[in-house]
């Protein structure tokens, strides 16, 4: 490390040390069970964890006491989102009303704003979890991270947190702009820093298309390690990495509600390791509750392991797995998130960025659903409960990424209608699907 990455890793473990120390405990322990599968420290951990996370739940919420003469973990309904939002005063622990309590807001890929509350230890371990899952990628703490986000749809880093944390924040809507994807390639190679990436994908792929058409020179060795994070990473984009950049960039799958569920190791794999440090992971049949043996496609259902405020028992992610296992240690095999139609702006070219996150800055909204009827006509359903007065700044929005000529009409709504699948489609081209 260099002297002054260095000098910020040192100072953040004091930070820690001299206000008790808990990140580095959780730190620890989530490293011994990774790194240690099968033994029965580790298993003893892990059935703890578990037993005592259900037993909170059923002796301090409204929502899970009904399962008090519980035998097994499979004794409990399974929840999702909706079912959390419909019930979620019964769903907060009584022991923690009192308490600290961090809000986590998701939406995009459902189309419906969607919250939760941490706890302080909860917050400390998914700390912990993003120091070890990012160690395990290349990162450490010092280096300096550019972070490739949609970050119009999420609370702006100040200037001294940026400083602080060593963050280059990256637009990922920018890069549409062939000169943002240069200045971040000049930087990169100018930098004297350890560098390290985060972001979608989308943002990876974009910048090594770039490369591929422009021929243009990166310095090697200068990327020291890349993270792909909220959309699924492709055989190209972890190739072209590879090709351009020396990097073998690692695909993370989590989520704001979570945490990392798991990631990838580095080697050029294309399996997930399983984070059952923090998280108890089942498969799930597509139409029923039942398990599927390992091998077979499921609905992945977590449970959060470390979440007292709202404990989240069976949670339904959304999103479909392959579950499996190499010696001791538990793997997805693959992973499908949820499927969203491709949506065009009005020039023709294809959006890649998921929109359905736009609805983050309007927790006002209970779902809403966008619609592609032409090459510049759209219609946003909208359903909510309250009068929106958002609404030409929730167009203005969209118009951002489809062009100011984009003719988009709003209709209000009581439901977006379910799938048969039972789930909803939020971005939808009627161009070419129906």
């Given at each position: 490390?260099?002297?002054?990455?260095?000098?910020?890793?040192?100072?953040?473990?004091?930070?820690?040390?001299?206000?008790?120390?808990?990140?580095?405990?959780?730190?620890?322990?989530?490293?011994?069970?990774?790194?240690?599968?099968?033994?029965?420290?580790?298993?003893?951990?892990?059935?703890?964890?578990?037993?005592?996370?259900?037993?909170?739940?059923?002796?301090?919420?409204?929502?899970?006491?009904?399962?008090?003469?519980?035998?097994?973990?499979?004794?409990?309904?399974?929840?999702?989102?909706?079912?959390?939002?419909?019930?979620?005063?019964?769903?907060?622990?009584?022991?923690?009303?009192?308490?600290?309590?961090?809000?986590?807001?998701?939406?995009?890929?459902?189309?419906?704003?969607?919250?939760?509350?941490?706890?302080?230890?909860?917050?400390?371990?998914?700390a912990a979890d993003t120091i070890f899952f990012s160690e395990k990628a290349g990162f450490t703490i010092g280096n300096k991270l550019t972070y490739f986000r949609l970050w119009n749809a999420f609370e702006k880093k100040n200037k001294l947190d940026r400083i602080l944390q060593n963050i280059k924040p990256v637009d990922v809507f920018d890069?549409?702009?062939?000169?943002?994807?240069?200045?971040?390639?000049?930087?990169?190679?100018?930098?004297?820093?350890?560098?390290?990436?985060?972001?979608?994908?989308?943002?990876?792929?974009?910048?090594?298309?770039?490369?591929?058409?422009?021929?243009?020179?990166?310095?090697?060795?200068?990327?020291?390690?890349?993270?792909?994070?909220?959309?699924?990473?492709?055989?190209?984009?972890?190739?072209?990495?590879?090709?351009?950049?020396?990097?073998?960039?690692?695909?993370?799958?989590?989520?704001?509600?979570?945490?990392?569920?798991?990631?990838?190791?580095?080697?050029?794999?294309?399996?997930?390791?399983?984070?059952?440090?923090?998280?108890?992971?089942?498969?799930?049949?597509?139409?029923?509750?039942?398990?599927?043996?390992?091998?077979?496609?499921?609905?992945?259902?977590?449970?959060?392991?470390?979440?007292?405020?709202?404990?989240?028992?069976?949670?339904?992610?959304?999103?479909i797995g392959i579950k499996g296992r190499i010696g001791n240690i538990p793997i997805f095999k693959e992973i499908s998130g949820r499927k969203y139609d491709l949506i065009y702006d009005t020039k023709g070219n294809a959006i890649t960025l998921n929109l359905g996150l736009l609805v983050n800055n309007y927790p006002t909204l209970k779902q809403?659903?966008?619609?592609?009827?032409?090459?510049?006509?759209?219609?946003?359903?909208?359903?909510?409960?309250?009068?929106?007065?958002?609404?030409?700044?929730?167009?203005?929005?969209?118009?951002?990424?489809?062009?100011?000529?984009?003719?988009?009409?709003?209709?209000?709504?009581?439901?977006?209608?379910?799938?048969?699948?039972?789930?909803?489609?939020?971005?939808?081209?009627?161009?070419?699907?129906?």
């Open positions: 490390m260099k002297p002054f990455e260095l000098l910020r890793n040192k100072a953040f473990w004091s930070v820690d040390a001299v206000t008790g120390g808990r990140k580095r405990k959780h730190y620890d322990e989530i490293k011994f069970i990774i790194e240690n599968p099968g033994s029965s420290k580790s298993n003893q951990l892990r059935d703890s964890y578990l037993k005592n996370i259900v037993n909170h739940a059923v002796n301090s919420t409204d929502y899970f006491k009904s399962f008090k003469n519980y035998t097994s973990i499979e004794d409990f309904h399974v929840v999702n989102k909706n079912i959390i939002r419909d019930n979620f005063k019964d769903f907060q622990s009584k022991k923690y009303l009192d308490k600290p309590k961090f809000v986590m807001a998701t939406s995009g890929s459902t189309g419906m704003p969607f919250k939760i509350y941490h706890n302080s230890n909860k917050r400390l371990r998914n890069l549409q702009d062939e000169s943002v994807i240069k200045n971040v390639l000049n930087e990169l190679s100018s930098s004297s820093s350890s560098n390290s990436w985060l972001g979608y994908a989308s943002a990876y792929e974009r910048i090594c298309k770039y490369l591929d058409h422009t021929n243009e020179y990166v310095k090697p060795n200068k990327l020291r390690s890349s993270i792909a994070m909220s959309e699924r990473l492709n055989d190209y984009t972890k190739d072209a990495m590879l090709t351009h950049f020396g990097a073998d960039v690692v695909s993370r799958y989590s989520n704001i509600e979570n945490g990392i569920i798991a990631q990838q190791p580095l080697g050029n794999k294309r399996y997930f390791r399983i984070n059952d440090a923090s998280y108890y992971v089942e498969i799930l049949e597509l139409n029923t509750n039942r398990r599927v043996e390992d091998g077979k496609p499921g609905r992945i259902v977590i449970t959060d392991l470390f979440n007292y405020y709202m404990p989240m028992i069976r949670y339904d992610t959304g999103d809403f659903q966008f619609i592609q009827k032409t090459p510049k006509n759209y219609e946003l359903r909208i359903n909510t409960d309250h009068d929106f007065d958002s609404e030409q700044d929730f167009v203005n929005d969209f118009k951002t990424y489809l062009g100011e000529d984009a003719n988009i009409k709003v209709s209000y709504i009581n439901e977006i209608p379910l799938l048969a699948s039972g789930k909803r489609r939020v971005l939808i081209n009627e161009m070419f699907n129906s």
